[in-house]
Nanobody, 127 residues
Framework: QVQLAESGGGLVQPGDSLRLSCAGS????????VGWFRQAPGTGYEFVAA????????RYSNSVKGRFTISRDNAKNTVYLQMTNLKPDDTAVYYC????????????????????WGQGTQVTVSS
């Protein structure tokens, strides 16, 4: 069975950095697009970032461009989200999601395109 497990969330102050991890089991990340979504209190799911199977093609939401970086270590079957200059508006539950890689297929933005989801990790940015 497929399982995605997020970790690395916590309580930080504005301007701090945090690295989230997504560990996969039951699937090989080198065959999958892996992305991050987040859900802030009282809101729906928001696309954050995603990367192609080899990390060569990445996409970011406008709200995190220049601050967040998605990377992957396929040998460890792990995808990371490095977050810097965190803001209170970044407070949310962050979810890892995966989609099987297709020929010529870049990471999609739509939540419905992703097949597998983790349980989420809480990130709270507050003074």
């Amino acid at each position: 069975q497929v399982q995605l497990a997020e970790s690395g969330g916590g309580l930080v102050q504005p301007g701090d950095s945090l690295r989230l991890s997504c560990a996969g089991s039951g699937l090989t990340f080198s065959n999958y697009i892996v992305g991050w979504f987040r859900q802030a209190p009282g809101t729906g799911y928001e696309f954050v970032a995603a990367s192609k199977w080899n990390g060569g093609s990445t996409r970011y939401s406008n709200s995190v461009k220049g601050r967040f970086t998605i990377s992957r270590d396929n040998a460890k079957n792990t995808v990371y989200l490095q977050m810097t200059n965190l803001k209170p508006d970044d407070t949310a539950v962050y979810y890892c999601a995966a989609l099987r890689q297709k020929l010529g297929y870049d990471p999609p933005f739509s939540r419905s395109d992703y097949d597998y989801w983790g349980q989420g990790t809480q990130v709270t940015v507050s003074s």
